[in-house]
């Protein structure tokens, strides 16, 4: 399967599995409800957690309705890309589908170039682990099959990856 096949799923709601700079996720447009509430169907994800967002740019806050201090930005800037997920606030009632009333949002640059290119063509996706909740993440295709069937769009396979979930930071005030 392309790239650009790949664009055209996610930008029409559909859900799939990909490698990430981490680990494999299953990913989905984190402005598409349907998409989200989709994985945590397919996921059998207890509703009350929320899900990393991956971004192609700082800008990609501003969908979020999220506005950022100098401060923050400059230690943005600093940390992204990288492997760390950042907790920032998120107050919009807009995105309760995504905070679930915690009124925050975990947000991701990838360090990955080609994963960057793909959002910044499809927009933020959430990103959860690719594995049924309380199971180990899929490390290779094979496994997020056994795990999800026929129950997502597309698979793309990028081999074995023994990579970990993100460090996740929380900033409270801004």
Do not use: Q
């Amino acid at each position: 399967m392309s790239i650009l096949e790949i664009e055209k799923i996610l930008k029409k709601g559909g859900i799939g599995v990909l490698p990430t700079d981490t680990i494999y996720g299953l990913v989905g447009a984190a402005l598409s409800k349907k998409a989200v509430e989709r994985i945590y169907k397919v996921k059998k994800r207890k509703k009350d957690k929320s899900f990393v967002i991956l971004i192609s740019s700082l800008k990609d806050l501003g969908l979020f309705e999220i506005k950022l201090n100098k401060e923050i930005l400059k230690l943005l800037r600093k940390l992204f890309p990288s492997k760390v997920s950042i907790i920032l606030p998120c107050k919009s009632k807009k995105f309760f589908y995504l905070h679930k009333d915690k009124n925050s949002l975990a947000f991701r640059i990838p360090k990955d170039l080609w994963l960057r290119r793909l959002l910044s063509k499809t927009g933020p996706l959430v990103v959860p682990s690719a594995n049924l909740e309380g199971m180990p993440p899929a490390k290779t295709i094979k496994e997020a099959k056994k795990y999800f069937g026929d129950k997502v769009d597309f698979y793309f396979d990028k081999g074995t990856i023994k990579g970990k979930p993100s460090i996740i930071l929380e900033i409270k005030r801004f």
